[in-house]
Antibody
Framework: QVQLQESGPGLVKPSETLSLTCNVS????????????WNWIRQPPGRGLEWIGY???????EYNPSLKSRVTMSVDTSKNQFSLKLSSVTAADTAVYYC??????????????WGQGTIVTVSS | SYELTQPPSVSVSPGQTASITCSGD??????ACWYQQKAGQSPTMVIY???KRPSGIPERFSGSTSGNTATLTISGTQAMDEADYYC?????????FGGGTKLTVL
């Protein structure tokens, strides 16, 4: 049973960089025939879901155009984890941050496993 | 940018049928998914590829898409179905979520 667990600071100062890691357990983060993409999704308090982007096991990324200039994702297959960096944060970046696995098998593309989420507050 | 529009709230009586809509340009040409998020929990997929139900999801959950609208239908709604529901689709290689619909069972 694959499980995802987010970790990182719960408080970040304005203008600094938010850094989070998602540890993948119970399965490999990927190989040459992998159907899985590894995502970050966030949810501001009382609001809806916002996709941040994904990374494939070989480092290929795709980011939300609205966040692209501030987002960097990386993957470490030896540690079976992937990471998010969001630069120049403001209060608007305060949210629950989820990591999630995307299954992409032909026309079937769906987020089938989610982490429990971690709350990140941007405040001085 | 591509947008998906959902009603903010839907109310239903126990045992009745709830319908939640999701509208987007040419949505029938994309595959819609639906996610359920109960209070304080992570989202869970309830419908994928417009109409398919993953294992473990009750048969009362069904999905359909026509034209610009995808619909999540919950037949015989139960109190445990009270949650926020989000539709999701792909616009090229990027993910788009609807704004979410709060389903109240009263």
């Amino acid at each position: 049973q694959v499980q995802l667990q987010e970790s990182g600071p719960g408080l970040v100062k304005p203008s600094e960089t938010l850094s989070l890691t998602c540890n993948v357990s119970g399965g490999s983060i990927g190989g040459s025939n992998s159907y899985y993409y590894w995502n970050w999704i966030r949810q501001p308090p009382g609001r809806g879901l916002e996709w941040i982007g994904y990374i494939y096991y070989n480092g290929i990324t795709e980011y939300n155009p609205s966040l692209k200039s501030r987002v960097t994702m990386s993957v470490d297959t030896s540690k079976n984890q992937f990471s998010l960096k969001l630069s120049s944060v403001t209060a608007a970046d305060t949210a629950v941050y989820y990591c999630a696995r995307l299954l992409a098998d032909g026309t079937k593309r769906t987020f089938d496993i989610w982490g429990q989420g971690t709350i990140v507050t941007v405040s001085s | 940018s591509y947008e998906l529009t959902q009603p903010p709230s839907v109310s239903v009586s126990p045992g009745q049928t709830a319908s939640i809509t999701c509208s987007g340009d040419k949505l029938e040409d994309k595959y819609a998914c639906w996610y359920q998020q109960k209070a304080g929990q992570s989202p869970t997929m309830v419908i994928y590829q417009d109409t398919k139900r993953p294992s473990g999801i009750p048969e009362r959950f069904s999905g359909s898409t026509s034209g610009n609208t995808a619909t999540l239908t919950i037949s015989g709604t139960q109190a445990m179905d009270e949650a926020d529901y989000y539709c999701q689709a792909w616009d090229s290689s990027t993910v788009v979520f609807g704004g979410g619909t709060k389903l109240t069972v009263l």
